[in-house]
């Protein structure tokens, strides 16, 4: 941990000059327009101090982001509707609902395949054609039919989201399953064990490390699912919307802001699967 | 089993446990086809120690699969407590001891030897009984709520062969269990053996790459020789059934182990 610690803030710094600077020149045009007009001229400082305080910059500054997260989380009661608390919960709930079905799904189609010789050679190819199809044009086509016949709200947000989850649990868990050598298969034989005794007590628990890595996976996905599911319904609340919205108007730090949120929301989600990890194969001598 | 001797049969031969008649199997591969066995005939009887002996491609772990019902045969037929190989695994005949221990690192070593007793649907109490006593049988008592990983190579491995007792099979096949150990752990386990077999009286069938360990262990060695995988001796121990270590020692264990050396030398020389 304290290793890490050195080598992550430099990066991190890096990441603060680079976008500082790319501040400056994405942002130095306007500032050049707003001055001519006035028929001033800026020194270099001012120049910079400019660029990094404009209302709609291409290219916000971090500490602008920063100022309008916290604004927008802790200076907003999270019943608002500016609240980005408030919209990322909205959009947890389809994450999550999507995440459990993806999970599920994955898992079942992974002992299908597993387990049936015909699922292993039909299943597969389409499970990876599902994933070539953008989901940005599947998105739509999923709410407007499931509107259609009357279901809306929630759940097709989560069949965006299972979509995009289902597919790495599903690859992680046939390698999962099949991880038992032949030894302890054979041993599994020499016992007259059944099928399904041999994958309650051998298959399933090898398959733990293949399960949680696909998990983290499926997780940032699903985030991800949720957030694009947003999109074609209008926009009205959630991180998707708040993207949407910020770029009907030009709002680029409200975009910024919630595109942050998204990646902290996804980073802790990963990180819980994470720690769920850690502590279930250590608990299972696995890691 | 329960064989009344009847009059006037050998009084003191009982039928053979295993018995092996005429064994092929050719395994087909991407080049041509592998004889793994070729003509073997074998009879191995209750309480008898055999051990296969033989340099590797010479058929010892193939055979000792066929009799576990892990390998068809492709000829022959081979008969295992009076039945079929299959019907002997279905009855939960034998236990098996592969050459790696096996052990799931998410069970304790009492939950790993009370794997195939819930499998074969054995009653919590009576799980925990054999499971007692078992872990007794190969002085492991104590370490029931260990994990494998808290264990040494050579306990693992004594772990397993409990864990292939626990279920009280007449049988006990092993495939080179010590081959992954080293020379000190793997003599004392060889002592522990002997005196395993000699408390239960199982039958054992136990491959092996070492001669001194094939001798000193057993009551009949079986020499075997690759391409094809045949039997090229079978030689019947004269050593007593008590025996110290240090009978290794002694000039009729060098003697057999000399004829031992002599068989796989004749097998090897039409190679």
């Known amino acids: ?287 | 089993m329960q064989n009344g001797t009847k009059e006037g049969e050998q009084s003191a031969s009982q039928a053979p446990v295993i018995s092996a008649r005429d064994l092929d199997l050719t395994f087909q591969t991407n080049d041509g086809p592998v004889h793994a066995l070729k003509g073997v005939s074998l009879d191995i009887k209750a309480g008898e120690f055999v051990s296969f002996i033989g340099p590797s491609g010479c058929g010892k772990t193939t055979f000792l699969r066929v009799m576990a019902d892990l390998e068809k045969p492709t000829g022959g037929t081979i008969s295992v407590n009076g039945t079929t190989a299959q019907a002997a695994r279905q009855a939960r005949a034998y236990g098996y001891v592969f050459q790696a221990a096996g052990l799931y690192p998410w069970r304790t070593i009492g939950r790993n030897i009370s794997l195939p007793l819930e499998i074969m649907g054995y009653s919590k109490a009576d799980q925990k009984a054999r499971v007692e006593r078992v872990l007794e049988l190969v002085e492991l008592a104590g370490f029931e709520r260990k994990f494998p990983w808290q264990l040494s190579g050579g306990m693992q491995q004594r772990a397993s062969i409990a864990r292939a007792l626990a279920f009280d099979a007449d049988i006990l096949l092993m495939d080179e269990p010590f081959g992954a150990l080293d020379e000190i752990v793997r003599d004392h386990l060889n002592e522990q053996l002997l005196k395993l077999w000699d408390r239960t009286g199982k039958t054992i069938a136990f491959v092996t790459h070492s001669i001194p360990e094939a001798v000193y262990l057993s009551t009949k060695i079986v020499v075997m020789s690759p391409r094809p995988g045949r039997i090229t001796d079978v030689i019947e121990s004269t050593l007593p059934r008590e025996r110290p270590l240090d009978i290794r020692d002694s000039p009729e264990f060098l003697e057999i182990a000399h004829r031992v050396r002599d068989g796989l030398r004749a097998g090897h020389a039409d190679v």
């Not at chain 1, 190819?125 to 499931?146: D, F, H, N, R, Y």
């Open chain 1, 1 to 287: 941990m304290r290793r890490a610690f050195v080598p992550v803030m430099t990066v991190v710094i890096a990441i603060f000059a680079i976008w500082y600077v790319a501040a400056i020149f994405l942002n130095a045009a306007w500032a050049h327009d707003k001055a001519k007009r006035a028929d001033v001229t800026l020194s270099t400082s001012e120049l910079i101090a400019d660029t990094w305080s404009q209302e709609k910059p291409k290219l916000p500054a971090p500490h602008q982001v920063g100022a309008e997260i916290y604004k927008t989380t802790f200076a907003k009661k999270i019943t608002s509707k500016r609240s980005l608390v408030y919209h990322s919960w909205i959009t947890l709930g389809p994450t999550f609902l999507g995440f459990a079905l993806g999970t599920v799904l994955g898992t079942l189609l992974a002992v299908g395949i597993v387990y049936n010789r015909t699922m292993d050679m039909s299943v597969m190819p389409w499970v990876i054609a599902s994933q070539t199809i953008p989901i940005i044009a599947i998105a739509p086509m999923v709410i407007l039919v499931l509107n259609a016949i009357g279901i809306s709200g929630l759940l097709p947000k989560a069949i965006v989201s299972m979509y995009l989850s289902f597919f790495p649990v599903v690859v992680g868990m046939v390698k999962g399953l099949r991880s038992p050598d032949l030894m302890q298969l054979d041993q599994m034989r020499t016992w007259n064990a059944s099928s399904a005794q041999t994958f309650w007590r051998l298959r399933l628990p090898s398959s733990m490390p293949y399960f949680f890595t696909s998990l983290k996976i499926a997780m940032a996905a699903s985030l991800v699912g949720a957030i694009v599911s947003e999109l074609p319904t209008g926009a009205v609340a959630g991180l998707g919307a708040r993207l949407l919205a910020g770029s009907y108007y030009g709002q680029t730090i409200q975009i910024w802001s919630a595109l942050i949120m998204a990646a902290t929301l996804a980073a802790c989600l990963v990180g819980i699967i994470g720690i769920l990890q850690r502590v279930i194969l250590r608990r299972m001598g696995m890691a």
